[in-house]
């Protein structure tokens, strides 16, 4: 089922209802809860020592009271059955689902909803074995620096990658002047190799022109030749 809004913008670590006689200012060490009533002796040392452990791995949080002051809430120290484990599951399912939580990629909404999921996990497990839940919490605590340590790693690269940019853009502006200078070299080499092809082109076609005048005389000059001889031998023969 699902729930309100409201209830699907609480947190997913179950907490006690706030202490209505304690406001923050007048609360005192963070460790220990100001209970109306205390359990009794013969279980007050171990129902102490979990207080103790789940104040310190999930410390209490301050909401607003009823007459606006502010109090402190402490996590709760009752024990989960399981259905209160699979009811769990089923209100993750729902908040990432109504505040539109990426399923793949980097999601701040998925990461916050999956770290109050693993810390309700952790608060019902101390509950049961606070040794089991202490070394979840030292679990907990490594993922946290092992992200922290790559968002240092990924800002750093950013900075990085925009100093470089800068430091590119600043050489490329040094680099225009020369850059106008080699177009306007390139232009005038083209325009060079343009006036030699053209004077190449010319050159050739007055070596064809010579090449066919000199053809046509040498042609010209040798059927005169020819005539000249064939008359010359006919005027001979006549002769005797």
């Not at 900075?159 to 070299?185: H, N, V, Y």
Request: net charge negative; hydrophobic share 30%; aromatic share 4%.
């Amino acid at each position: 089922m699902v729930g309100s809004s409201h209830d699907l913008l609480e947190s997913l670590v179950k907490y006690d209802p706030p202490n209505e006689g304690q406001d923050l200012a007048a609360s005192g060490p963070l460790s220990t809860k100001g209970r109306s009533k205390l359990p009794p002796v013969e279980k007050a040392p171990q129902l102490t020592q979990i207080d103790e452990i789940l104040n310190a791995i999930l410390p209490p949080r301050e909401v607003d009271g009823e007459d606006g002051k502010s109090q402190l809430q402490y996590v709760s120290a009752q024990p989960s059955t399981r259905l209160d484990v699979i009811n769990l599951q089923e209100q993750l399912d729902q908040r990432l689902q109504y505040r539109q939580a990426r399923e793949t990629g980097i999601c701040p909404i998925r990461e916050e909803l999956y770290a109050q999921t693993f810390d309700e996990l952790i608060r019902e497990v101390t509950i049961d074995c606070p040794e089991r839940g202490l070394l979840l919490l030292r679990v907990r605590d490594e993922i946290r620096m092992t992200i922290a340590a790559y968002q240092t790693l990924y800002e750093s690269s950013v900075a990085f990658g925009t100093r470089k940019s800068l430091q590119a853009e600043q050489g490329k502006a040094g680099l225009e002047p020369k850059i106008g200078g080699l177009e306007t070299e390139k232009r005038d080499l083209e325009r060079q190799v343009q006036e030699l092809k053209l004077k190449c082109e010319n050159i050739e076609k007055r070596y064809s022109e010579q090449r066919w005048v000199h053809t046509h005389v040498h042609t010209h000059v040798h059927a005169h030749v020819h005539t000249l001889r064939t008359s010359t031998v006919s005027t001979h023969i006549d002769m005797k």
